[in-house]
């Protein structure tokens, strides 16, 4: 994940064991660009562990350009976020939205239009929460029908979603450009089953 240069050197804060329950923490790289392996017994320097606190199974995470980061655990059916004060909130059960287990996966933060999109796989949705209005909930912008057990997704250009239509072996790309809850269009298609170029095996990220 790229962090935005102004929360480069935010330091989030480490209190107790993040993320022990299920051997899952979600982990900022250093300045330096220092990699390694991150474990709930396993301390590395060049890392800050962000408090989301129990995470069972980490799926997804992404960074706001105000630094907040967001993250999904697809165990208990969580999106989280966490700013760069350090105060994490359970984010779409305090909206009022309740995602079933197993669905959140990739996440998305479109700062241009102030939304959070998020890859429900199992229910082969793609959902959004409008971050300008607190309480405003999820709504699906893409139902089941569409999509094949999607698992991540990104903003492009032109108010494009780009979006790994795993079980479609395709990349399938929908225009967000409407203003309210609505079902998003279905804008093009890359892909499709095969091995040779051009083509697509149950694709994973995009």
Not at 69 to 90: F, I, K, P
Not at 100 to 128: E, F, N
Request: hydrophobic share 40%.
């Amino acid at each position: 994940v790229e962090v935005p240069a102004e929360a480069r050197e935010a330091r989030f804060p480490v209190a107790g064991r993040p993320g022990t329950l299920g051997r899952f923490a979600v982990a900022a790289i250093g300045p330096d660009g220092a990699a390694g392996a991150v474990s709930d017994d396993l301390r590395i320097p060049d890392y800050d562990l962000i408090p989301f606190g129990h995470m069972v199974r980490a799926a997804g995470v992404a960074v706001g350009a105000d630094g907040t980061v967001y993250a999904t655990e697809n165990h208990e059916g969580l999106v989280l976020s966490v700013g760069v004060d350090g105060r994490v909130t359970n984010f779409l059960p305090e909206y009022g939205v309740q995602v079933d287990s197993g669905d959140p996966y990739g996440l998305a933060v479109d700062d241009a239009r102030g939304r959070l999109y998020v890859a429900l796989g199992s229910s082969s949705r793609i959902g959004v929460v409008d971050l300008r209005r607190e309480g405003s909930g999820l709504w699906h912008a893409v139902h089941g029908g569409t999509l094949n057990h999607p698992e991540r997704l990104a903003v492009g250009p032109g108010e494009r979603l780009f979006v790994a239509d795993t079980g479609n072996h395709r990349v399938a790309v929908f225009d967000t450009a409407q203003d309210g809850p609505g079902q998003f269009p279905l804008a093009a298609t890359i892909g499709g089953e095969g091995t040779e170029p051009g083509r697509f095996r149950e694709p994973k990220d995009v």
